[in-house]
């Protein structure tokens, strides 16, 4: 079958401001910018971001097109979740607020008893949350 477990993925996204972006995915959280590109005036040409782990099979990808930008319409149900499998660094919360997030209350207790939700600043939602994922789902 061609698509599988194993297939990459892609959470693409608007964002207002790619710097800020950058700095709170890449020097909050750690991700390695994976490809940029640099777009025109014109309508239809974009900047784009694209951040992940090496050796993970997803990334992310904010784009900001400035002929036409797509304000971000993020809701707090709007979740990126990371099973960290273990206590949240305290150091890397304080990195991610210094680096332009928000750290916010959940409207789901689950996160708030598990985890900790920290918005980006355009509004979405990163969960570091404590449990692995073989101990989330069960």
Do not use: Q
Not at 22 to 34: I, K, Q, Y
Not at 74 to 96: F, H, K, Q, S
Request: aromatic share 8%; with cysteine.
């Amino acid at each position: 079958m061609p698509v599988n477990g194993r297939s990459h993925i892609r959470i693409a996204r608007p964002s207002r401001d790619l710097a800020a972006a950058e700095r709170f995915w890449a020097e909050g959280l750690g991700l390695t910018v994976v490809w940029r590109a640099v777009g025109g005036p014109e309508p239809g040409e974009h900047d784009l971001l694209m951040l992940g782990w090496p050796d993970a099979d997803w990334h992310v990808e904010l784009v900001h097109e400035c002929a036409r930008p797509v304000e971000p319409r993020p809701t707090e149900e709007d979740l990126l979740v990371i099973y960290v499998d273990g206590p949240v660094p305290d150091d890397l919360v304080a990195r991610l607020e210094s680096c332009g997030g928000k750290r916010v209350r959940s409207p789901n207790p689950y996160w708030n008893e598990w985890g900790v939700t920290i918005e980006d600043p355009d509004g979405y939602r990163l969960v570091l949350c404590r449990r692995g994922w073989s101990n989330a789902r069960a």
